[in-house]
């Protein structure tokens, strides 16, 4: 086994895992992970959610007990993943104190369906938040246009936050903003800025997997060069931005108060083109002060075989810059390709949440 996963947490990267199951935590198979693996923080979903749901017996007992209370299926399913989630944060809480409260964190999302809702978000943030009830907790919410503001006044409620489905750099910067927004209002609340920690979770193959698909229907002999160039580029980029925000007066002030910088965490690493390399979003998107969230194969790939050279983002700030420009000039539109994958991720987490809510109906109405 490679050293790839301990070089990473030397080059200044945390390794999450993305992916959560009661039978990996009864089994103790994430507390295993915790030593043999680096990780250091778990992310979910509501696909997760739904696969360990589907895969043997872990929560036939939980499912039945909440049957015989003919609880609704929408209260059942929060039962269920905040015991999970609940479960995680314990088993995570050492790493946590051992980090001064920066890694050590769980994240739990609000319901997909409120993703253009902002008062409803920041209602489910908070009940969440309430019903976990560990410091180690991270409340997921989505990056859209409405969730945003929801983010800004859950921070402010002294709320860690994971902001998810990040694609364009555009939007990346008006999540930055409501992070400062949101702890510039936590401040005047009278919270401990030192106890808010929050990530932006920038989602990286999604944009090949759609950016590849148009470069080959433009079929080109320039396009085919650009295939597979487009989502380490933006990425680069993204972590280009955050270095310009996080070095300005105005963090600065939050940070001389306790603050610590929302770090960029790089979702959706597991490589769907098997003609690319099972490692590239891990060892080509290494840089300090970030997370990169792993599926299980993508984490046992960087284990077997991966090779981390050190940062490997800010020497490529130019040629990243060079990709994207190409890729507008060979007729792509990367404004319309983010545009394209927030509404599509949207609409597959609430897809996933749906499944989720008729397989723990068909559970309750079998166990009950």
């Known amino acids: 086994m490679s050293t790839a996963l301990k070089d990473l947490a030397e080059a200044g990267q945390s390794v999450w895992l993305d992916?959560?199951?009661?039978?990996?935590?009864?089994?103790?198979?994430?507390?295993?992970?915790?030593?043999?693996?680096?990780?250091?923080?778990?992310?979910?979903?509501?696909?997760?959610?739904?696969?360990?749901?589907?895969?043997?017996?872990?929560?036939d007992l939980q499912v039945h007990e909440l049957g015989v209370r003919g609880v609704s299926v929408g209260e059942a399913v929060r039962l269920l993943t905040a015991y999970d989630i609940r479960w995680a944060a314990d088993t995570l809480r050492p790493v946590y104190e051992s980090s001064d409260r920066v890694d050590g964190r769980v994240s739990l999302e609000v319901d997909p369906r409120l993703a253009r809702e902002t008062e409803r978000t920041v209602a489910e943030a908070k009940s969440l938040w309430w019903m976990v009830d560990r410091p180690n907790l991270m409340i997921k919410i989505p990056a859209t246009v409405e969730g945003l503001p929801a983010i800004t006044q859950v921070l402010g409620l002294g709320i860690s936050v994971n902001v998810t489905l990040i694609f364009s750099l555009e939007r990346y910067r008006a999540v930055m903003e409501a992070f400062l927004e949101g702890l510039e209002l936590a401040r005047e609340n009278g919270h401990d800025l030192s106890r808010i920690q929050s990530v932006a979770s920038f989602f990286v193959s999604r944009v090949d997997?759609?950016?590849?698909?148009?470069?080959?229907e433009i079929g080109t002999p320039r396009a085919e060069e650009l295939l597979g160039r487009a989502a380490i580029a933006n990425a680069r980029l993204a972590y280009r931005d955050y270095e310009e925000v996080f070095s300005s007066e105005r963090w600065k002030t939050l940070a001389a108060e306790g603050a610590t910088p929302q770090r960029p965490l790089w979702a959706s690493t597991g490589v769907k083109d098997p003609a690319y390399p099972d490692t590239r979003y891990v060892t080509e998107l290494v840089a300090p002060g970030t997370v990169n969230t792993m599926p299980q194969a993508t984490l046992d790939a960087t284990a077997d075989h991966g090779e981390v050279t050190g940062d490997t983002v800010r020497a490529g700030y130019d040629s990243a810059q060079a990709d994207l420009d190409a890729l507008a000039e060979a007729g792509v539109d990367l404004a319309d390709v983010t545009r394209h994958l927030e509404e599509d991720g949207v609409v597959k987490f609430v897809d996933s949440w749906e499944s989720l809510l008729g397989r723990l109906t068909m559970k309750l109405d079998e166990l009950s």
């Open 19 to 59: 992916d959560i199951s009661r039978d990996r935590l009864r089994t103790g198979n994430l507390a295993e992970l915790l030593s043999t693996h680096h990780v250091t923080g778990v992310t979910s979903n509501p696909s997760i959610f739904d696969k360990a749901l589907a895969e043997g017996d872990a929560y």
């Open 209 to 216: 997997s759609e950016v590849d698909k148009r470069l080959k």
